[in-house]
């Protein structure tokens, strides 16, 4: 039997192969509680635009209230936060939480987000070993970063084999990142202006420690929320 969870939306990031990657918070009755991932039953555990989308084929925006069906808690690995959707049944959205409003959300990350140490050949601190990762048990943070820049430059290993990242470049609690950012929304804005650092100055960070690929999880800038978020389509 299916049950229902009502959470502010603070990702709607893109997930291979073909899908989305939707986390969010618990809210009800104006309290933030427990991070809740509606994922697929399948192996990839992507939500495609049908599972995930509201009945008037709209896709679910940040800072959105949804309330959804789920079947059943699905926590993997350091990915506790897992719950299976219902597939039979559309998302209904009931409202948006304000940028004041979502200040309350904010987590206060005292050291560094899960282990620092290992960094890919463009980021900074922004993976942890497979092995490592085994011991954790959380997967999502929403904080707030300072001296944000967002990098927008091409990643590869050779001429004609380069594709353009957008990176999400910042401090917190002392410690330096540079993560990827896959939140579509900010990659349709930054892909369209030139290569260059863009700093962000008011911003909150959605940060997911991804599924491993390759011997190592990846820490992920899932969502970039700004001020002016409410009402964007991602």
């Given at each position: 039997?299916?049950?229902?969870?009502?959470?502010?939306?603070?990702?709607?990031?893109?997930?291979?192969?073909?899908?989305?990657?939707?986390?969010?918070?618990?809210?009800?009755?104006?309290?933030?509680?427990?991070?809740?991932?509606?994922?697929?039953?399948?192996?990839?555990?992507?939500?495609?635009?049908?599972?995930?989308?509201?009945?008037?084929?709209r896709?679910?925006?940040?800072?959105e209230?949804?309330?959804?069906?789920?079947?059943?808690?699905?926590?993997?690995?350091?990915q506790r936060?897992?719950?299976?959707?219902?597939?039979?049944?559309?998302?209904?959205?009931?409202?948006?939480?304000?940028?004041?409003?979502?200040?309350?959300?904010?987590?206060?990350?005292?050291?560094?987000?899960?282990?620092?140490?290992?960094?890919?050949?463009?980021?900074?601190?922004?993976?942890?070993?497979?092995?490592?990762?085994?011991?954790?048990?959380?997967?999502?943070?929403?904080?707030?970063?300072?001296?944000?820049?967002?990098?927008?430059?091409?990643?590869?290993?050779?001429?004609?084999?380069?594709?353009?990242?957008?990176?999400?470049?910042?401090?917190?609690?002392?410690?330096?990142?540079?993560?990827?950012?896959?939140?579509?929304?900010?990659?349709?804005?930054?892909?369209?202006?030139?290569?260059?650092?863009?700093?962000?100055?008011?911003?909150l960070?959605?940060?997911?420690?991804?599924?491993?690929?390759?011997?190592?999880?990846?820490?992920?800038?899932?969502?970039?929320?700004?001020?002016?978020r409410?009402?964007?389509?991602?």
């Open positions: 039997m299916s049950y229902a969870k009502t959470i502010v939306c603070l990702a709607n990031s893109r997930k291979p192969p073909s899908g989305r990657c939707v986390a969010g918070r618990e809210y009800q009755a104006g309290q933030f509680g427990a991070w809740v991932r509606p994922v697929s039953d399948r192996a990839t555990r992507e939500a495609s635009l049908e599972e995930r989308r509201f009945e008037n084929g896709d679910p925006q940040v800072l209230i949804i309330t959804m069906r789920l079947v059943r808690a699905l926590p993997e690995n350091y936060e897992n719950h299976v959707l219902d597939p039979d049944h559309y998302w209904t959205l009931s409202g948006a939480v304000s940028w004041t409003k979502i200040q309350d959300a904010i987590e206060d990350v005292k050291g560094p987000l899960w282990l620092n140490g290992d960094s890919s050949s463009y980021g900074e601190n922004d993976r942890v070993s497979e092995v490592q990762a085994a011991g954790l048990t959380s997967s999502l943070y929403l904080v707030r970063p300072s001296k944000l820049r967002l990098v927008v430059a091409r990643e590869g290993a050779g001429a004609g084999q380069t594709k353009r990242k957008v990176r999400a470049d910042f401090r917190l609690s002392g410690h330096t990142y540079r993560l990827v950012v896959t939140d579509p929304f900010i990659e349709a804005k930054y892909f369209a202006g030139a290569d260059g650092e863009y700093p962000i100055p008011e911003t960070l959605c940060v997911s420690l991804g599924e491993p690929f390759y011997g190592y999880a990846y820490k992920l800038a899932a969502a970039v929320i700004t001020p002016d409410s009402g964007t389509t991602p």
